[in-house]
């Protein structure tokens, strides 16, 4: 998870300052029991971001709001809850271990709503290798979602 992730997730970029150096310490200290079997690196440093953000909004003294003040309200409802952001990070991370080919018609269709054939206009590749892609990198995707949940601890 980035600063510029926590920070928005937080609404307050010296919150997430704190919380990435408590993200970073934790790491140094817990390195020994990081276990590759259970999880990847990654997956094990953004569960470690997520319960310290959330550990923090926790603490947090929210702010009065007034409800004829609509912008705040917008402000507060626009924040992307945690999760969302740590799912992303993982799908992006299991997305860059596809080939290049596999991961855009991916990203098309799921990210940006393109039908099959709508991606074959966009790229000029042809029907049969767009409905090949998919069905390879949404099969090498399932294993790769496989392994890592079977890594996670319970």
Do not use: N
């Amino acid at each position: 998870m980035t600063l510029a992730q926590l920070s928005d997730t937080l609404g307050d970029r010296s919150a997430a300052e704190d919380v990435f150096q408590q993200v970073l310490l934790e790491a140094w200290l817990r390195c020994t029991t990081y276990d590759p079997a259970r999880a990847s690196l990654r997956t094990w440093l953004a569960t470690i971001a997520r319960s310290r953000a959330i550990d923090h909004l926790r603490r947090r003294i929210p702010e009065p709001l007034d409800p004829a003040d609509t912008i705040g309200v917008d402000r507060v409802c626009d924040r992307e809850p945690m999760a969302d952001i740590v799912d992303r990070m993982v799908v992006d991370g299991l997305l860059a271990r596809l080939s290049p080919g596999e991961a855009e018609v991916v990203r098309l269709h799921f990210h940006f709503g393109f039908s099959q054939s709508q991606i074959v206009s966009r790229t000029g590749v042809p029907l049969g290798t767009v409905k090949s892609r998919m069905k390879s990198a949404l099969r090498r995707l399932r294993e790769m979602m496989a392994e890592e949940e079977g890594a996670m601890p319970l």
